[in-house]
Structure formats: structure tokens, C-alpha cells
């Protein structure tokens, strides 16, 4: 009885003891600890405005796209590589305008040939069989003549019959025609190529030219290339995919325009008022290093606009509209992205 009494409470009382001794062991200890991502410290004063940037190439982004739809057949250029005005970024097949070239090409060859066959004027080899077409037809002419005068006596002494008459006379009529048409194309022939058929076969060559110009010109359309010289950002398209004309969204091939980085800022309506021209700026990598990046006024963009592009912060307002303006980097920044955001302030 005297275990069951005083045994049971001295067990309990050791029990809640070893609780309390390692819950209070266990328990963490409050420390300070240093900020992963330490807050910008700006060196402009107080009276400030800050921003976020956007870093972006000298000029606004290029958004290449395809002049036509088609499958792609080649891609020149990767992401980083830089290119010069008028170098392929990719190509489209081309196999279709190819034979509508050849085809066109053939037609201009034959338009030539006809035109330089007007201008070369009568063979020397066609003069004598027209010449002795004229003789054989005024040989037969004489002939029929002479039995038509004969007919004419014979049938007033009724010697003749008259269907005798008749046929001498449409046989004289028909070699007639013969030395006409005979002397008719002899004379063509001495007189060469007229000068309308000339004209009409020159413009045929023409419109034939004009064919395979616009032809090439379609062909030239299926290499899509660099307006200017720059950097490729960003490339979304791969061979054999098809490439839309009518995308608006998400441009194939992305270009920079080469020169010093610009840092296009977003300042909310509320201190757009306190934006000045020529204020003075810098901006911070975010990171664990805070590195402050000089800043140099370039623009204010004269409008206010819906904002899109957010910091992420907790206390952001989402459903206001921002002021943009625009700085360029000064000197030799750290290695810094086009696309990648500043903590940016601003003189206000």
C-alpha cells in the first residue's frame, strides 16, 4: 500500500519532469539571420520614385514573322547569335514556286526565240520557191489566157460548146488568182517582218520577264530575313513545323537591335506627376548581390497604361495603370539579360 501510494505520484512526478526538460531542449532558439535576398539601398536620398525595369536591347524588340504560310525547311540561327541586315534567319519550302519558275523560264525562252525570229526578218532560203511559184503561176496564167481568147472565136463560129466556153474561161479566171496570190506573198516575203508583229512579240517577252520576276521575288519571300543587324533573342520555330502568317503571338524569330542596354521602367499613376526628364537613376540586380547599375535618362513615353508586368510583392497593386520610362545603362554593367528586372529609383 505504501508503494501504491507514494510510488504512482513519484513516477508521475519524474514523468512530467523528462517532458519539461526536453521540450524545452528541443525548442529552437530565436536568432537573426541574414536576408537571402537583402532590400536595394539607394544612394539618391529619400525623396525618391521607384519602378520596376525591364532590361531591353538599344531598340525595342524585333518580332520577325513569315511574310506567307509554309512548312519551314531550314533554320539559320540560334538564340545569342548575333546577324548582320539581310542574313536568313529561316526558310520555307520552295519547292512548288521552283517548278512555277522553271515553267516560266521556259515560256520567256520561247517568247525570245519568236522575237528574235520577227526581227531576223524573211529567209534567204524562202525567196526562190516564192519566185518560182510566180513563174509557174504566170506560166499557167499565159496558157489559160490564150485557150480563153481561142474559146471566144471558136464559140461565135459555134465550134465550141458552151460548157467548152465556161471551162475555159473559169480555168483562165482561176490562174489569175493564182498570179495574184503568187505575186502577193512574193512581195510579203521581199518585204520582211511587219513592224506591229514586232511590237507584239517584245511585249510578249515583257509580260513573260514580268512572270519569272515575280516568280524570284516569291522565292525570295521564302528566305525570311534580318531587317538590321542584330541579336537573335529568341527562336520558336523548328524545321518542319508550319509557319503561319497570320501568328500574332509569340513572334518565330525575336531580334535586338545591337548598342547599350536600355532599362524601360513602369511607374505607377500615382507618383507620375513627381516623373521628371533628365532625373537621375540606378538600378539594382536582383540576387543576393545587390549590384547598382547607373542609369542615363533617355524618353518618357507619353501615355499611361494598363499594367501588365508585375514584381510580385505582396502589397502590389494589380489593377492600376503605369507610366513607362525609358534608361539607358551607363559604362560596363554586370552580366546582365535582356528581359531580366531591375529594382529601379528615380529622382523625384
Given at each position: 500500500m505504501?508503494?501504491?501510494?507514494?510510488?504512482?505520484?513519484?513516477?508521475?512526478?519524474?514523468?512530467?519532469?523528462?517532458?519539461i526538460?526536453?521540450?524545452?531542449h528541443?525548442?529552437?532558439?530565436?536568432q537573426?539571420?541574414?536576408?537571402?535576398?537583402?532590400?536595394?539601398?539607394?544612394?539618391?536620398?529619400?525623396?525618391?520614385?521607384?519602378g520596376?525595369?525591364?532590361?531591353?536591347?538599344?531598340?525595342?524588340?524585333?518580332?520577325?514573322?513569315s511574310?506567307?504560310?509554309?512548312?519551314v525547311?531550314?533554320?539559320?540561327v540560334?538564340?545569342?547569335?548575333?546577324?548582320?541586315?539581310?542574313?536568313?534567319l529561316?526558310?520555307?519550302?520552295?519547292?512548288?514556286?521552283?517548278?512555277?519558275?522553271?515553267?516560266?523560264?521556259?515560256?520567256?525562252?520561247?517568247?525570245?526565240?519568236?522575237?528574235l525570229?520577227?526581227k531576223?526578218?524573211?529567209?534567204?532560203?524562202?525567196?526562190?520557191?516564192?519566185?518560182?511559184?510566180?513563174?509557174?503561176?504566170?506560166?499557167?496564167?499565159?496558157?489559160?489566157?490564150?485557150?480563153?481568147?481561142?474559146?471566144?472565136?471558136?464559140?461565135e463560129?459555134r465550134?465550141?460548146?458552151?460548157?467548152?466556153?465556161?471551162?475555159?474561161?473559169?480555168?483562165?479566171d482561176?490562174?489569175?488568182?493564182?498570179?495574184?496570190?503568187?505575186k502577193?506573198?512574193?512581195?510579203?516575203?521581199?518585204?520582211?517582218?511587219?513592224?506591229?508583229?514586232?511590237?507584239?512579240?517584245?511585249h510578249?517577252?515583257?509580260?513573260a520577264?514580268?512572270?519569272?520576276?515575280?516568280v524570284?521575288?516569291?522565292?525570295?519571300r521564302?528566305?525570311?530575313?534580318?531587317?538590321?543587324?542584330?541579336?537573335?533573342?529568341?527562336?520558336?520555330?523548328?524545321q518542319?513545323?508550319?509557319?503561319?502568317?497570320?501568328?500574332s503571338?509569340?513572334?518565330?524569330?525575336?531580334?535586338g537591335v545591337?548598342?547599350?542596354?536600355?532599362?524601360?521602367v513602369?511607374?505607377?499613376?500615382?507618383d507620375?506627376?513627381?516623373?521628371?526628364h533628365?532625373?537621375?537613376?540606378?538600378?539594382?540586380?536582383?540576387g543576393?548581390d545587390?549590384?547598382?547599375?547607373?542609369?542615363?535618362?533617355?524618353?518618357?513615353?507619353?501615355?499611361?497604361?494598363?499594367?501588365?508586368?508585375?514584381?510580385?510583392g505582396?502589397?502590389e497593386?494589380?489593377?492600376?495603370r503605369?507610366?513607362?520610362?525609358?534608361?539607358?545603362?551607363?559604362?560596363e554593367?554586370p552580366?546582365?539579360?535582356?528581359?531580366q528586372?531591375?529594382?529601379?529609383?528615380?529622382?523625384g
Open positions: 505504501m508503494l501504491v501510494k507514494f510510488g504512482i505520484p513519484l513516477v508521475a512526478a519524474i514523468a512530467i519532469g523528462f517532458g526538460a526536453t521540450l524545452s528541443l525548442t529552437p532558439k530565436e537573426l539571420t541574414a536576408a537571402q535576398n537583402p532590400p536595394p539601398l539607394t544612394t539618391l536620398g529619400a525623396n525618391t520614385i521607384s520596376l525595369g525591364e532590361v531591353q536591347m538599344a531598340g525595342e524588340p524585333i518580332a520577325i514573322a511574310p506567307i504560310s509554309g512548312v525547311s531550314k533554320v539559320h540560334i538564340p545569342g547569335q548575333t546577324v548582320s541586315a539581310g542574313e536568313p529561316f526558310t520555307l519550302d520552295d519547292r512548288a514556286l521552283r517548278a512555277e519558275l522553271h515553267n516560266r523560264t521556259a515560256t520567256l525562252a520561247t517568247a525570245n526565240a519568236k522575237l525570229k520577227l531576223a526578218g524573211t529567209r534567204p532560203e524562202d525567196l526562190p520557191p516564192a519566185r518560182a511559184r510566180m513563174v509557174a503561176a504566170t506560166a499557167t496564167f499565159h496558157r489559160n489566157e490564150d485557150a480563153w481568147e481561142r474559146a471566144k472565136r471558136l464559140v463560129q465550134v465550141l460548146s458552151e460548157e467548152e466556153h465556161l471551162a475555159r474561161k473559169f480555168a483562165y482561176q490562174s489569175s488568182a493564182e498570179l495574184a496570190q503568187a502577193a506573198d512574193l512581195a510579203k516575203l521581199e518585204a520582211g517582218t511587219w513592224c506591229h508583229d514586232i511590237q507584239i512579240a517584245e510578249e517577252v515583257a509580260s520577264r514580268s512572270s519569272v520576276e515575280q524570284q521575288v516569291d522565292l525570295d521564302l528566305v525570311v530575313r534580318a531587317p538590321v543587324d542584330g541579336l537573335v533573342l529568341h527562336v520558336d520555330v523548328r518542319g513545323e508550319l509557319a503561319e502568317s497570320t501568328r503571338e509569340n513572334p518565330l524569330v525575336q531580334l545591337h548598342g547599350p542596354l536600355r532599362v524601360r513602369q511607374v505607377d499613376e500615382e507620375a506627376s513627381r516623373v521628371t533628365n532625373a537621375r537613376a540606378e538600378g539594382f540586380v536582383r543576393r545587390r549590384v547598382a547599375i547607373d542609369l542615363r535618362f533617355v524618353r518618357i513615353d507619353p501615355r499611361i497604361v494598363p499594367k501588365k508586368s508585375l514584381t510580385g505582396t502589397t497593386r494589380v489593377d492600376t503605369v507610366l513607362f520610362v525609358v534608361y539607358e545603362v551607363v559604362g554593367p552580366q546582365i539579360y535582356a528581359g528586372k531591375l529594382d529601379v529609383f528615380m529622382e
